[in-house]
């Protein structure tokens, strides 16, 4: 498995921005698609975006269609998403997490076998 860090999470106004980064060490992040997911105190975890191994695919979910963003740049082994126009309600935990076997892009978190330890977005009011 890699090891996931990520950064960039805080204290943001309704409709400011924030840049999450999702860092990757013990190996390679460029074989591997990489997804964005968050859980909101006392839900479910949540699929937000995710992102192919060649940063050439995308896919989101539709909560944050049009207002996130998730790149890749594998010469650094980080994923990014950026999140514009935020709301209250994308307030959550954020986690990002590698699928090394999918062939195709997934929003089911049992298809990722590496998980970061998460960072907190809080959108207020």
């Known amino acids: 498995q890699v090891q996931l860090v990520e950064s960039g999470g805080g204290l943001v106004q309704a409709g400011g921005s924030l840049r999450l980064s999702c860092a990757a060490s013990g190996r390679t992040l460029s074989h591997n698609n990489v997804g964005w997911f968050r859980q909101a105190l006392g839900k479910e975890r949540e699929f937000v975006a995710t992102?192919?191994?060649?940063?050439?695919?995308?896919y989101y979910a539709d909560s944050v269609k049009g207002r996130f963003t998730i790149s890749r740049d594998n010469a650094k082994n980080t994923v990014y998403l950026q999140m514009n126009s935020l709301k209250p309600e994308d307030t959550a935990v954020y986690y990002c997490?590698?699928?090394?076997?999918?062939?195709?892009?997934?929003?089911?978190?049992?298809?990722?076998?590496?998980w970061g330890q998460g960072t907190q977005v809080t959108g207020s009011s």
């Open positions: 997490a590698a699928d090394p076997t999918t062939p195709g892009l997934s929003s089911w978190p049992g298809d990722y076998d590496s």
């Open positions: 992102i192919s191994w060649d940063g050439g695919s995308t």
